[in-house]
Structure formats: C-alpha cells, structure tokens
C-alpha cells in the first residue's frame, strides 16, 4: 500500500493550490479555494528524531502511520482574535488525523492565517505572508496526502478538510499545510469524493460565522490577519 502512496505522491510536487466550484457557482471566482503559496515555522520546533525530518514523498506515509499509532489525539483547539472553536479529528481518516496532530505539536500552525474567506462558503486557514512560514514548510518537508474521501464524511457546515494540488494531480493529493472549514449551511456537498473531510468543528461555530463575515481584499484575504493557534486539547 506504501507503494501505491508513494508512486501517487511522485505526481504532485507542482504549487499547492485548490479549486473547488459548485455546479451553480463554477461561473464566480468565490466559489474558488486556492492555496496561497506565502509559505511560515515556529522558533520552537520540536523533532521526533532529528533524521526524520524533512519529510518527503517517500518518507512521510510511514512516518505518519507510525506517528498516528504512537498519538491518538482527536481534539484541538484553535483560537484567533473573535474566540476560539474545538474541532474533533477523525480517527477513520488516519493519515489526516496524524498529519494533524503532528502539525500542531511541531507548532507548524502558530502565527499562521485564516489568509482566505469566501462568505457563505469557507474559510481556509495554515498559510500567511510572513517569512517564517516558508522556514517550518522547509524543515517538515515537501509531500502530499493520499485522498481519503470514502468513509461516509461529507461536506456539511462546520467540516474541516484538506485542499488538493490541482496542478498535475488527477488524484487529487492533498496538501498537508492548510486546511478549510464549511461555512455553507446545509454544506458544500459539491466538494464530496473531491476533498477528504477529517474532522468537525464540535464547539464555538459562532467564531467561524464571526470569521466567516470579515471584509476582505479582492484575494480573498481578511483586511485585518487572523493569526491561529492550535493546540491539542487530549494526550
């Protein structure tokens, strides 16, 4: 299976970028998700061991399978200026649980961005504009995520998920730095069997509506930066 992995994610080391058009909406530029590529790293980097790192196509399925094994965390918190709001980690989507888990705890996420808001639709957050971005992207590692689009999740509000590299990717490998969360109600059911859903916003919904409603510029990107911080809520 690591083999199949493996070969799949040598396809896809073009730009991260993701689009995702509803049939009504596939005509209006709002309905696009796109991974701004502003790669950012916390001064505190916390390795597993130091030769596991940096992660890469070949490396970064076994190393999270065994990462998932070791930490069964579901639950994190992310907080932001307007509050903050718990999300609970799929345990059926592994790979995207661990891939998670890890992030947080090397504190990949810290002083990123909800960079894009599209209202009524998402918010995606795990990129910004500054530096340090680019620094912890280069120390994790360059790699994609297998989709995982078959356990029964779907796209409705309050879901968060995983971009896919669309450049060169027709399986649609999923990009492990950024996520997004459904603001849609009832949901964006058009982004089913496309995109994997790993997880649910279980608390504070209200800070992503409040997210959801900030005026942004023509990119999509909040007037005013929404830092993130995550962190993990179980141990």
């Not at 058009?21 to 709002?30: F, L, Q, V």
């Not at 661990?98 to 009524?120: C, G, M, S």
Request: with cysteine.
């Amino acid at each position: 299976m690591n083999r199949i992995f493996v070969l799949l994610f040598s396809i896809a080391f073009a730009s991260i970028t993701l689009s995702c058009n509803s049939t009504a909406a596939s005509k209006s530029s709002n309905k696009r998700l796109v991974e701004t590529p502003k790669p950012t790293v916390s001064k505190k980097i916390v390795l597993t061991k130091k030769s596991d790192l940096p992660l890469n196509a070949e490396t970064a399925i076994p190393f999270l399978k065994a990462y998932g094994e070791k930490h069964p965390e579901n639950k994190v918190r992310i907080e932001t200026s307007l509050g903050s709001f718990d999300v609970l980690l799929f345990k059926n989507t592994p790979y995207h649980r661990a891939n998670f888990i890890f992030l947080t705890r090397q504190e990949y996420f810290n002083n990123t961005y909800f960079h894009r808001v599209v209202p009524d639709f998402i918010i995606q957050g795990g990129n910004s504009d500054n530096a340090d971005t680019g620094q912890k992207r280069r120390k994790i590692g360059k790699y994609l995520l297998p989709p995982d689009t078959r356990k029964g999740h779907k796209h409705h509000r309050g879901v968060i998920s995983m971009p896919s590299s669309e450049i060169e990717n027709p399986h649609k490998l999923a990009s492990p730095y950024e996520f997004f969360i459904v603001h849609q109600s009832p949901g964006a059911y058009h982004l089913d069997g496309s995109y994997t859903v790993f997880g649910k916003v279980i608390r504070g919904m209200e800070v992503v509506d409040a997210i959801n409603s900030l005026p942004t510029d023509k990119r999509e990107w909040p007037l005013t930066n929404m830092r993130i911080r995550i962190t993990v809520l179980n141990k």
